[in-house]
């Protein structure tokens, strides 16, 4: 055996040596995005660092791994290559690669808007960290650690603890590099911005350009003056104080060269000088943009030049050349909009440019001949693009034709754009469309009406008429129709028509039509949904209701909302159970769990149903969530985040009930509408939802959720469901007849889908016939039989 070692030591080191080329390897194909091939043989030095108990190299290859997974893509990939890491790094001792592959996994479900997740992970990082302060890898871990929580926070909107981390950071000098330092000064004038002190913020910048300046980073320097300018021009109001920074910036990026900062500070010359009325300039810094970006090939800042020119134009009273530059703008647009091939990658796309479709429409409704079809095209371009781009394989918008063929008979559609002072609405039945401009309402105005809807007010009936004569004028072009399907647009989409009064008849719209919405008419299904039948033992309903609070929680909390008790969502979860014939499954209180909302637990089943917590945010559209019950007693609550419902495969689901706060609300976001936990659950494959607008009473929504769950049962759609609803209510003759009780419920998506039937009674009925059948043909068959049997056989029978 003696003879054996040095042939067993020889072959190991040749295995080291074999890991030790192919982890250069895989850095080298993760610098260069060879991610699949960096994946591949990071994954083959992991095995054989693992075969020579070479623990350090293990963890770093399987780093590699998780890194190269992330930047492809592969965030479940990732997750699993950092958790073995981790694995061999606790189990070795390595306590510091442990605390930053936690970090690792808690970016990763960052990335994924998995965000108590990745809080658990930088929180469990702390605790190793506390336990093992003075390792001299301590300061560095510690750092890294409180910069992800602070960009965590920041990403939920909690600027306030983002701000105070920065702080602790920016104060420890040595633990930063000069250019860590200048970002993160950075970072903290971008959340100045956003809590409302722009001279804060700009002091941030100053510091932050003195560092990149004398750190000889000319990029970060230029981007931090024109955040200056920005925040002079825009949150300050003050073109002339913000020109000078355009300027400096101009002034550095051709002199280092840097030809598309160039182009960007040329176009923010010319907003600046346009909105000083200083015309011919603008028109000079916005040709010099324009040519500039063709030369270069930057097709973002060629549309944004086309646009700039086309505003120029306008305010110059060239309406014919504004429209000409608007539409070349959109044409760009959509050109490199067809270029991303990531539907992820889409959204959000059109944040910054549903102005040009806005520009263009403006102009074109204020011809006295309109072209409907152009005008209808912009309107559906700037709208729930990326939503639609989720749940269709096409993206091309729908012609007027199109939606006619899809309409039923008695039905129109009303699709609103505002752009204020600017409001249209486009109407569309099967046999003729038209165009109606009106004045749109001011924020305030509807602001003061949902409030005292709200609120409960007896005075919202004035508001009501009001509301309903600047924007309802359409009706009166309408032909006979009984049902209406609308789309909103901007503010409007806050807006609960139906409790508007309609003009010219002292009558709510709920009176006279079924309402529905969506959001876009791209999306107006087809031939309207039969009602399937189901069979006894499938799952029609599943309902989710009161979760439950620990009653001590010694973790660390991700958001500090205090949340109420939910009594009544108990009851009506089990209300709307047993109103639906067929099986039905209640997750209530301790069995209120978010791992119940999967893919797998819900496929196939119709009916979804949420009578929970929900918080709708109006900054962030990632940080809507429903709330449940923690499984983990060391923390508050669970949350399911609108990424994470997104990601849900509902494409069995025909409608998802969201008996919760404001689950209609969320982000207005340019281009696709607002973005909220009811958009997510559309985007994820559910045909249908119905959402709240407002907080709702617990008590009373157990009550109407009765009513809509007994008519869908009777097989009612679910727009006549509702709307039967909604006047059972409005009818009562009580308290609850006030809109708050039934106004805020809205359903969006398709109008026709209907609860299945249990075929358990059709079965029964069945299996009742047959024996029925075989009574009588028994019965039938001993009649006949005496007298067959002694007239062929009578000998046969012995006496």
Known sequence: MAALIPAQGAAAEDQRLKAELLATRAENELAGGQYPDAIRHATECADLNRSIHLATAEVDCRTTVGRAMVNSGEYEGALGAYASARQVA??????????????????????????????????????????NNQADWYARRLQMTR????????????????????????????????GERAQLLANMG?????????????????????LFAANHDSDGEIGVIKNMGIALGQDLEDPAAAQPNFERALHLAEQSGNRREATQALLYLSESSRRRRLLPQARRMASRALQSAEQIHATEETWKARFELGRVAEDAGQRAEALGFYR???????????????????????????????????????????????????????????????IRETANPASIADIQRRLAPHTALLEFWVAEPHGAVLWITSAAAGLVRFKAPEAGAIEAYLESLRSGRADWRA???????????????????????????????????????????????????????????????????????????RTILVAFASPNQP??????????????????????????ASAISGRALVHAGESNLKRYV????????????????????????????LVFTSS??????????????????????????????????????????????????????????????????????????????????????????????????????????????????????????????????????????LLLLLVLWWAAKIRKAPASVGAAHPSQHPR
Request: charged share 20%; net charge neutral.
């Open 90 to 131: 606790r189990g070795s001792g390595l306590i510091s690669a442990e605390v930053t592959l936690l970090n690792n996994e808690g970016n990763v479900f960052y990335f994924l808007g998995r965000y108590s997740e990745a809080h658990g992970r930088y929180e469990d990082a702390l605790e190793i960290l506390k336990r």
């Open 551 to 576: 009653a001590s929680s010694s973790g660390s909390r991700l958001f500090t909302e205090g949340l109420a008790d939910l009594p009544g969502a108990t009851e009506e979860a089990r209300a709307a």
């Open 598 to 625: 999967s893919s797998a637990d819900l496929r196939g089943v119709p009916l979804l149903h949420f009578a929970t917590h929900a918080v709708a945010d109006s900054a962030d559209v990632d940080r809507s969530r």
């Open 463 to 537: 508001a009501s008429e009001k509301l309903g004569k600047a924007t309802l004028g359409v009706l009166g072009k309408l032909p006979v129709v009984d049902q209406l399907i609308i789309v909103g647009d901007g503010r409007l989409q806050s807006l609960p028509f139906e409790s508007l009064q309609a003009p010219g008849f002292n009558q709510l719209l709920i009176d006279r039509f079924t309402v529905s919405y969506l959001p876009s008419a791209s999306m107006l299904a087809g031939a309207q949904a039969g009602r399937d039948w189901a069979s006894p033992w």
């Open 328 to 390: 070349e703008a959109i044409a760009a647009i959509e050109a490199m909009r067809t270029g991303i091939s990531t539907v992820g990658l889409r959204a959000g796309f059109l944040g910054d440019k549903r102005d040009v479709y806005d520009a263009a429409i403006a102009l074109l409704a204020a011809e006295e001949s309109p072209g409907l079809e152009e005008i209808f095209r912009y309107m559906e371009q700037g709208r729930a693009r990326a939503l639609k781009d989720r």
């Open 632 to 769: 983990d007693p060391a923390r508050q609550y669970d949350f399911l985040f609108a990424r994470e419902v997104a990601a849900l495969d509902l494409s069995t689901t025909s409608l998802v009930t969201l008996a919760a706060c404001d689950t209609e609300l969320g982000q207005p976001v340019a281009g696709e509408g607002m973005q909220g936990i009811s958009r997510s659950f559309l985007g994820a494959g559910a045909r249908a939802t119905v959402s709240t607008l407002w907080r709702i009473s617990d008590r009373p929504s157990a009550g109407f959720m009765s009513s809509f769950y007994s008519a869908l049962n009777e097989g009612q759609s679910v727009s006549e469901a509702l709307r039967a609803a909604k006047l059972e209510f409005r009818r009562s003759g009580e308290a609850l007849a006030h809109p708050r009780y039934w106004a805020g419920y809205v359903l969006n998506g398709d109008a026709t889908v209907r609860a299945p039937r249990s075929t358990l009674f059709p079965a029964l009925a069945g299996a009742v016939v």
């Open 147 to 178: 910069a992800n929580i602070a960009v965590l926070y920041q990403k939920l909107g909690q600027y306030q603890r983002a701000l105070a981390i920065y702080q602790e950071l920016s104060s420890t000098r040595s633990a930063l590099a000069p």
């Open 190 to 210: 971008v959340l100045y911005r956003r809590l409302g002190d722009p001279y804060k913020a700009l002091d941030r910048y100053r510091e932050a350009q003195a």
